[in-house]
């Protein structure tokens, strides 16, 4: 059984990224579903990543950290985050199936990231239910 | 699950080759990165040990072009056969649209191909979903090794084996050499499409 975002949806969810994401200095943000599907994707316009293979990774890897949560006995850990160089790389899961992969450079804190994550999750939510 | 995006007119669809430890899913992919790398935007993917062997996936994202106004992108992946790998086999199933089975042909992997069925049953069965119910592809792998006087199980023995209760669409193929490796993908994303294809209308 597939399922669909209305374009009302889809609009809603894009102008929260941008808003609460992008205009504050995250270069790439990327909404995706658990089987690695990408459903929203917005940039600063000055990144390239090859969005879709980033999708099918990051997917396969928050399942393996989830299987391996439950393996020490915790439900799941919902917010992973790499660090490197340049840019970093900060997932956080939105209700039980959806994921949002940030990308960002050492120009923005973690906290502050965080803190916009935790807003935007919100919003999300609250799309998607209404 | 396919994801619908009705905004941006796209579907994508997830297809997945199960089978074996070293029954040639990975060459499956590789033979049709080869074959159509001029029309895909990105590299494969592939998350290897240092023995070559797949440890966790191997992908590759195909456009297929327009399909009821939508256009349509396969994503292909691979699990890794080795029995110890399960888990991560259960990660990469999750969404699947499509399933091609890649049995191996070898004498020697008889009960391989059974058990590895009997798992990707129970993996399906982890998430909700029927054997019976979703696309699926056997294909009869390594074919051309019974050239070089290589003890091969027959296509009757492999059927009997695997498709007797399945009775789903089958192909005799090599991956190495390419042998019905693009139509055993042709036939699923067929299936697959027909499958989703009401949710496009």
């Known amino acids: ?130 | 699950m396919p994801f619908i995006d009705l905004k941006k007119r796209v579907a994508q669809v997830k297809i997945v080759y199960y089978g074996p430890g070293r029954g040639g899913k990975t060459t499956n992919l590789e033979y049709i990165y080869s074959k159509f790398s001029d029309r895909m935007q990105t590299e494969m993917v592939s998350i290897k040990t240092q023995g070559d062997r797949t440890l966790f996936f191997d992908f590759l994202p195909v456009d297929m072009g327009k399909i009821a106004g939508f256009d349509v992108r396969v994503q292909l992946y691979t699990v890794p056969g080795q029995v110890k790998y399960n888990a991560t086999r259960k990660v990469v199933l999750r969404g699947v649209d499509g399933l091609v089975f890649v049995a191996d042909s070898l004498e020697a992997t008889r009960k391989k191909n059974i058990l590895s069925l009997k798992n990707l049953h129970e993996n399906l069965a982890s998430y909700d979903i029927s054997i019976f119910d979703i696309p699926l592809v056997l294909q009869y792998n390594k074919r051309d090794l019974a050239q070089q006087g290589i003890p091969l199980l027959s296509v009757e023995t492999l059927e009997k084996d695997l498709n007797s209760n399945l009775k789903v669409p089958s192909f005799e193929a090599s991956a190495l050499v390419g042998t019905n490796v693009v139509a055993t993908l042709k036939k699923i994303i067929t299936m697959t499409m027909a499958s989703i294809e009401s949710q496009l209308k």
């Open chain 1, 1 to 130: 059984m597939g399922y669909t975002f209305g374009i009302k949806e889809l609009n809603a969810i894009e102008e929260a990224l941008r808003h609460n994401l992008i205009d504050v200095g995250v270069n790439c943000v990327v909404l995706i579903d658990m089987a690695g599907n990408v459903i929203a994707e917005i940039d600063n316009g000055e990144t390239k990543h090859d969005i879709y293979s980033l999708a099918a990774l990051a997917a396969g890897n928050f399942g393996a950290v989830s299987a391996m949560a439950q393996i020490v006995g915790e439900d799941e850990f919902s917010l992973l985050f790499h660090k490197g160089d340049k840019e970093c790389l900060h997932f956080s899961k939105i209700m039980t199936d959806l994921l949002l992969i940030t990308i960002f450079g050492h120009d923005l804190s973690l906290g502050f990231l965080r803190l916009k994550v935790a807003e935007t999750t919100k919003m999300i939510e609250n799309i998607l239910q209404s």
